[in-house]
């Protein structure tokens, strides 16, 4: 639960960003007879992104045996690379997407291209839409069944309600709110949290026969901290613990940490300190 909230919280605020930079700058220029073509750009990605999420369930449907096991690998990968490609960019980002962002209003407003305001909206709002499904589709695979849909719901909802919250507040002169260090902070644990999901996707690989487990497990550790009771579930959402992983599980999660350390320290990222 506290993954799935920690996951919506932060997309939240990134899309509530987009949004509110937009409004804000529009009611600076007395644009504010525009919020409509924002508004329009926000409720199409809200839909689309409803119908992505449906889409992969309905693949998911068709896949079966090996096949779902590759799906599922396949699906854990995938979010690995985008979340963590998300994190570094961010952070990369944040200065300049204020200025990127009111450039491209002007324009539109200036060609008369109302519309593009309200793709501009689309676009952002959607990439995290897409980004969610991902992540979420990654921790519910992730756990195995282990967490209720009950509580991946609450951690959901709780995660929109807490993100469009605190962006509100930042706008209404809430200034001093630091982001950024939520940004951070919340970035080493999504770091965490994509280490687990390559963990799970070698795990998937494993059990379709594609990689060798090596030793498994490697260790039994489920009389101590079971992932499926509620102290280990939010400590196997979080920080990837499983209580008998095998040897290759393992060493994917391991090796994951000092090739995004390497990264991040190439492109000379704060997270690398």
Do not use: C
Not at 5 to 16: G, K, P, Y
Not at 21 to 29: E, Q
Not at 71 to 77: G, K, M, N, S, Y
Not at 90 to 114: F, P, V, Y
């Amino acid at each position: 639960m506290l993954a799935v909230l920690m996951i919506t919280w932060r997309e939240t605020i990134e899309a509530s960003l987009i949004v509110g930079i937009l409004l804000t700058y529009l009611a600076k220029i007395g644009q504010t007879k525009q919020f409509r073509y924002v508004y329009y750009g926000v409720s199409w990605a809200v839909l689309a992104s409803f119908i992505f999420a449906g889409l992969t369930t309905y693949v998911d449907l068709f896949v079966a045996g090996v096949g779902k096991e590759i799906f599922d690998a396949v699906v854990l990968f995938v979010a690995v690379v985008v979340l963590t490609h998300m994190v570094v960019w961010m952070h990369h980002n944040a200065r300049e997407i204020r200025g990127e962002i009111q450039k491209k209003a002007d324009l539109a407003i200036s060609s008369h291209h109302l519309w593009a305001l309200a793709i501009l909206a689309f676009a952002g709002v959607f990439r995290e839409g897409v980004e969610t499904v991902l992540f979420l589709w990654g921790l519910v695979l992730q756990a195995g069944g282990a967490v209720s849909f009950s509580s991946q719901v609450v951690g959901g909802v709780l995660g929109v309600l807490f993100g469009v919250a605190m962006t509100w507040l930042f706008f209404k002169g809430f200034g001093h709110l630091d982001l950024r260090l939520f940004f951070r902070v919340s970035g080493v644990l999504l770091l965490f949290i994509a280490a687990g999901m390559l963990a799970a996707s070698v795990g998937k690989l494993i059990a379709a026969d594609l990689l060798p487990p090596l030793l498994n497990p490697l260790w039994d550790s489920s009389r101590l901290l079971d992932e499926r009771g509620l102290i280990g579930s939010i400590v196997a959402g979080l920080l990837g613990y499983r209580s008998r992983p095998s040897l290759m599980e393992v060493i994917s999660y391991g090796m994951y940490f000092p090739v995004v350390v390497l990264w991040l320290r190439l492109n000379r990222h704060d997270l690398a300190e």
